[in-house]
Nanobody, 124 residues
Framework: QVQVVESGGGYVQAGDSLRLSCAASGRPFSAHAMGWFQQAPGKERKFVASISGNGVDTSYADSVEGRFTISRDNLKMTVDLQLNNVKPEDTGVYYC?????????????????WGRGTQVIVSA
């Protein structure tokens, strides 16, 4: 059984930085891409960033390109999301997900194991 657990959320001010972490277990970590998704209050969950199983390929939503960085440590079986220069619209619950394959993807259907999420609140 795959387990995905996020941590690192919190309350920050616009322009600040924040680092989210995710630990996954239950299957070979490097064989699966990892992704981060955001669900803002009252809105549907949307793609933020993805990283391939070997960590070479990454993909970002246009809204976070240049501000957020996704990385992974396959020995520790963790994936991080560094949020820089955060904006109020970055507020929401951030979900980490483990992919069906090792390839990056922005589609929720490409992920089959999800964490419960961690809350990020950005004040103006």
């Amino acid at each position: 059984q795959v387990q995905v657990v996020e941590s690192g959320g919190g309350y920050v001010q616009a322009g600040d930085s924040l680092r989210l972490s995710c630990a996954a277990s239950g299957r070979p970590f490097s064989a699966h891409a990892m992704g981060w998704f955001q669900q803002a209050p009252g809105k549907e969950r949307k793609f933020v960033a993805s990283i391939s199983g070997n960590g070479v390929d990454t993909s970002y939503a246009d809204s976070v390109e240049g501000r957020f960085t996704i990385s992974r440590d396959n020995l520790k079986m963790t994936v991080d999301l560094q949020l820089n220069n955060v904006k109020p619209e970055d507020t929401g619950v951030y979900y980490c997900a483990s992919g069906v394959t090792r390839y990056v993807s922005g589609f929720e259907t490409s992920y089959d194991s999800w964490g419960r999420g961690t809350q990020v609140i950005v004040s103006a």
